[in-house]
């Protein structure tokens, strides 16, 4: 990958230089804009890292895709809501979102991913199955209202630098999803489970055949995928709401981050999830017109150039 | 089984006999489902070709929709064209805009293979809806186009039964079509390659190019649809280009049955009773859509067109005919 | 051969039942009005929708569910708030359920994709909420058997516009939902603002359904006097929290919608001070208005928006006709003549049909406060009437021949002249 990379690296600094000139002479935006838009996009990012790694994840040691992901990323909003209604607390509900969304996700796929055995497609239409379950249950419990997890006070305040803005929630989701990447990573590149992961990753008929229970990893990732959707829709709550309708909404965007960072590295869904949240943040500040565009174009383009994304593997 | 394949063969015009016959004396508002069952019939045609015949698990199929679907409206709001006697060339435009586009985006996909071409067709659907969504000008926006009459040449399309029976003769001539092509030389490649693609290299074939193709009907089936669904509805809006549309035609062909061509229909009926029909009577309609659907996924792997072989298996020797072999059956 | 005379059986057998289904419906008794009703009860605009039902169904149990005589079968759809849903409930609602008229609909995109399947099949569509301006102006006479008993989205805007300039306000930046509601809302106050003298400098348009303006709000110019928004829905909600949250601090005007009493329980001190403009404001103090409140607070929690208040104002109006009518259906087009004739002393004031069928009517500027108001304890937001406009019609102050000579209020037209 390294030399792809840096080929990459190379290239993106030319074209950013480029629009950085572009900017100066043409759009004549001032470096506030900049700023601001790039703070903006990084902590909408951190948003999309913790709903796209887990299906980035998933899909490394299952090759499947998990449609039912979005619905993971709407039921962790309604755990959350419902946590808070009963106890008053946004930070309890986070982890308590994730873990109940977790818990689901290892039952889901132990009771009947797993029964139709070794086979991705039928897995992925199987999931699909689920995303419906998944809507009619969360309408049932949570009724059809669109509810937003508001912030707390302590993070409902804006700190100033200079004439620019930083509101904290926007800080604090930075933070966490630092803490949660940096966990993440050494758990996959340090921990003994890591290393069974990444073999799987790799090679399953290879891990298999050393004596890994692969099957066993799928489950934990399945659950650990769910665990960090849950997560994002928890803190997503207080930015777009909690709906019927959410869970196909956020999914195309979480394709799009794997597919322009690669499939099953944590690594690319990192740089996928930074790359869709600067794209499409200073994409709607220049060409509001264009913003969708802004966002797929280059990932089509991306397609064209290296099908498994930037950091995938052939 | 070349008794069964006889039966398919005289069975499915047989309903379809019984369906052009019945439709004119249903209540309107069954028939208006019927017209839609078609129109995802055809749309489950390109999915079809796609998944059942090559292999190809398309999650982007309502992208060409979406292409005829505007284009048709296009059509009609900017150049008032299409109303008249000159729809039937809209429907030509229609499948040849859908094949552009799939010609165009093919490009990108028949690269991939299995998961990953569902992937990618994802994404260039998106890119579709996205286009339809941000496009104002050209799209309406979220607010889509509205068509505010069907066509009519000599007989009103917009009487009802009139417009069912056009829909019907396209469901029809989508079908035969589908049949010849599949049961073609090149069908059978199509075919040689789901089962085993290096194989079909080793002996010779441009597999690429036989997928690259079977893209490109399939792209052209999906824009006719899209044509007939404006009409269907008066209106198009982002939401016909949306990710589920692309779901449910996959659904639709899966439930069927991949590789029967008119499982595809069945499966459209299946959905079309649930999602439109179902919920006027009952709220949790969409546990009996998952529910069907996750069920057929576990019990019944070849759809519901698998139903009768799978009965058959249940209850051997009870006739004559030697039991079913997986393999003759396919053809 | 057997299985599949079976398959054949089953299928004639189901599509006997389903047709047996239709018949029953069908054969109903002659005094009944069926009217469906189309609003949005799952997904972003819920709550709305919700309101909606609530307004009409409140009427219909004040009059026992029986207006003159006529016994009323509301049928309520689930439109999900999106066109083309819409369009495939209104099939239902005319084909399977028979009915003689239908209501609803949220966006005015939604009014779009329903006024024609009225005429399509020459049933009555009434629209209370969707305020797509040209349904009742330039392609009013595609649609005959469509009536308004809301508003169109530039009728607040034009007096509106002449307010901001009589404050001084002398640059202004837009921000609104990119459909077309929000298109003709702000096309119609920098009409009239720029018509006064004033400058609308920037037009900035997020997606309906934005939530984060995180890419938007940075972008407003330093330099207005002040911002105008247009926004629907969950979007009022989170706009004035993170246009304050990012320091700005230009005052904020905006379309009735951006302050609803329907969002205003949820919202904070940040929108103290939003000044809007609408036919309704829930802090109209007349005694019909304050009855009306206390009432359907009292049944629903909550204080009436002018989506409900507009819904209630709709089943009175079709009560009027029916009184006329002695209970009896009267045709469709004899309906629409007796209903346009109507001047109803509605709970937002005095309401009557242009030959348009839109209503002329009173539209109030309203200005965010926290005060006790009509005896409840607690100090709430309240959106207090600041001015009174009376008889506003669609056409404003331009008048009806030149109103529709010039195009439909778009993302192009007014064109932003002062932009850059």
């Known amino acids: 990958m390294s030399q792809q990379f840096r080929t990459f ?52 040691v299952m090759r499947i895709v998990n449609l039912a992901h979005g619905s993971f990323f709407l039921l962790g909003g309604y755990v959350a809501l419902t946590v808070i209604w009963t106890t008053g607390s946004w930070l309890l509900a986070i982890p308590v979102a994730a873990l109940t969304v977790g818990v689901l996700g290892l039952i889901m796929e132990r009771i009947f991913l797993r029964q139709v055995g070794f086979d991705p497609l039928r897995q992925v239409l199987l999931t699909v199955g689920f995303a419906l379950l998944f809507q009619q249950a969360t309408l049932d419990i949570w009724g059809g209202d669109n509810f937003f997890i508001n912030i707390p006070d302590y993070l409902n305040w804006s700190p100033r630098v200079g004439d620019l803005f930083f509101p904290m929630n926007r800080i604090f989701m930075i933070g966490l999803v630092v803490v949660v990447g940096t966990l993440l990573w050494l758990l996959i590149e340090k921990s003994r489970l890591g290393a069974v992961i990444r073999a799987t990753v790799d090679d399953a008929e290879m891990a298999r055949g050393i004596g890994i229970d692969t099957s066993r990893i799928s489950m934990a990732v399945f659950g650990l995928g769910a665990f960090l959707a849950a997560m994002g829709g928890v803190i997503g709550g207080g930015f777009i709401g909690v709906f019927p309708g959410l869970d196909f909404e956020v999914l195309p965007l979480a394709f799009a981050v794997v597919i322009i960072g690669g499939m099953g590295s944590l690594r690319g869904a990192l740089a996928g999830s930074m790359i869709v949240g600067l794209m499409d943040n200073i994409g709607k500040g220049l060409y509001p017109e264009l913003s969708y565009f802004t966002l797929y174009a280059p990932m089509v383009l991306i397609l064209a150039i290296k099908p498994t994304g930037l950091f995938g593997r052939e | 089984m070349i008794n069964l394949l006889r039966n398919k063969v005289i069975i499915v015009p047989a309903v379809l006999l019984l369906l052009a016959l019945i439709s004119p004396f249903v209540p309107s508002f069954i028939l208006l489902l019927i017209i839609q069952v078609l129109i995802f019939g055809i749309l489950a045609l390109s999915v079809d070709l796609l998944l059942g015949y090559t292999g190809l698990p398309s999650l982007g199929q309502a992208a060409y929709l979406g292409m005829g679907a505007y284009l048709a409206a296009i059509l009609v709001d900017r150049f008032e064209f299409g109303l008249s006697c000159d729809f039937p060339l809209v429907l030509v435009l229609g499948i040849l805009i859908g094949a552009a586009t799939a010609a165009f985006f093919g490009l990108f996909a028949i690269r991939a293979t299995g998961v990953y071409f569902l992937i990618i067709t994802l994404a260039l659907g998106m890119v579709v809806w996205g286009v339809a969504n941000r496009w104002n000008s050209m799209t309406g926006g979220d607010n889509g186009i509205n068509v505010l009459s069907r066509p009519a040449c000599g007989v009103d399309l917009s009487n009802d039964v009139v417009f069912f029976y056009v829909v019907f003769v396209v469901y029809s001539a989508a079908l035969g079509g589908m049949y010849v092509l599949v049961n073609s030389p090149f069908g059978k490649s199509l075919m040689g ?33 899209g ?40 499966g459209a009926m299946v ?61 | 051969m057997k299985r599949f005379q079976s398959k054949i059986t089953g299928l004639v057998v189901c599509l006997a039942v389903a047709f047996a289904f ?93 006024a024609p399947v009225s005429t399509r099949n020459k049933v009555i569509y009434i629209a209370p909420i969707s305020a797509a301006d040209d349904l009742t102006q330039r392609q009013k006479k595609k649609y005959p058997y469509f009536i308004r008993t809301g508003w169109t989205s530039s009728q607040p805007s034009h007096p509106f516009g002449k307010w901001a300039c009589e404050q001084g306000y002398k640059r202004i930046a837009t921000i609104g939902a990119d459909y077309a509601f929000g298109h003709e809302t702000i096309g119609g106050f920098q009409k009239s603002f720029e018509d006064c003298g004033g400058k609308i400098v920037q037009k900035i348009w997020p997606k309906i359904g934005t939530i984060d303006f995180g890419p938007f709000i940075p972008l407003i110019k330093r330099d207005v006097d002040a911002v105008f928004t247009l926004m629907v829905g969950g979007m009022s909600l989170a706009f004035p929290k993170q246009y304050k949250a990012a320091g700005k601090t230009a005052p904020l005007l905006g379309g009735g919608t951006s302050a609803d009493e329907f969002i205003l329980p949820s919202m904070g001190d940040e929108a103290i001070g939003y000044v809007t403009s609408l036919q309704y404001s829930a802090s109209l103090n007349t005694p019909k208005n304050i009855a009306f409140v206390k009432k359907y607070r009292k049944l629903y929690g909550k204080v009436p928006s002018y989506y409900s208040e507009s819904n209630y104002t709709t089943a009175q109006w079709i009560h009027e006709v029916m009184k006329k009518t002695g209970g009896k259906w009267p045709g469709r087009t004899r309906f629409i003549e007796i209903f346009s004739k109507i001047r109803m002393d509605a709970v937002r004031g005095p309401v009557y049909l242009d030959q348009d069928l839109n209503p002329v009517q009173n539209i109030y500027l309203r200005k965010v406060a926290r005060l006790k108001q009509f005896g409840y304890p607690k100090a709430e937001l309240w959106n207090t009437v600041i001015k009174t406009y009376t008889n506003v019609s669609q056409y404003g102050d331009i008048g009806r021949a030149k109103f529709l000579k010039q195009p439909v209020y778009s993302r192009n037209f007014p064109p932003c002249k002062y932009c850059d």
Do not use: C
Request: net charge positive; no cysteine.
């Open chain 3, 22 to 114: 239709t018949l029953v419906s069908r054969t109903a008794k002659a005094e009944e009005l069926r009217i469906g009703f189309l609003t949005p009860l799952t997904g972003f605009f819920a709550q709305i929708g919700k309101d909606m039902r609530n307004g009409f169904q409140m009427y219909l149990d004040e009059q026992g569910g029986i207006l003159a005589g006529a016994k009323i079968k509301l049928i309520v759809e689930d439109n999900l708030g999106k066109a083309g849903v819409s369009v495939r409930k209104a099939n239902k609602l005319i084909r399977q359920d028979n009915v003689h008229m239908f209501i609803g609909g949220l966006l005015a995109s939604t009014g779009y994709a329903l």
């Open chain 2, 271 to 331: 959905v079309v009773g649930i999602r439109e029909y179902l919920s006027t009577w009952v709220e949790w309609w969409q546990y009996v859509l998952g529910g069907v659907y996750v069920l057929t996924i576990y019990f019944l792997p070849e759809g519901l067109m698998g139903l009768p072989k799978l009965i058959k298996k249940r209850r051997p020797a009870r006739k004559s005919e030697p039991p079913a072999e997986a393999s003759s059956v396919e053809t």
């Open chain 2, 227 to 266: 044509v007939l669904w404006t009409h269907l509805n008066g209106i198009v809006t982002p939401e016909d280009v949306i990710l589920t549309t692309s779901v449910d035609a996959l659904l639709m062909v899966v439930l069927g049955g991949p590789g029967t061509l008119v499982g595809g229909a069945i």
């Open chain 2, 193 to 225: 390659i789901r089962e085993s693609e290096t194989r079909m290299q080793m002996l010779g074939y441009n597999t690429w190019f036989h997928k690259y193709l079977a893209f490109i009907i399939a792209g052209g089936y999906g824009g006719l649809s």
């Open chain 1, 9 to 60: 690296l190379k290239v993106t600094l030319v074209l950013v230089l480029l629009a950085a000139l572009l900017q100066i002479f043409v759009f004549q935006k001032s470096l506030d804009f900049w700023v601001i838009q790039v703070f903006y996009g990084i902590s909408y990012g951190a948003l999309l890292f913790l709903l796209a790694s887990g299906l980035s994840l998933i899909f490394g």
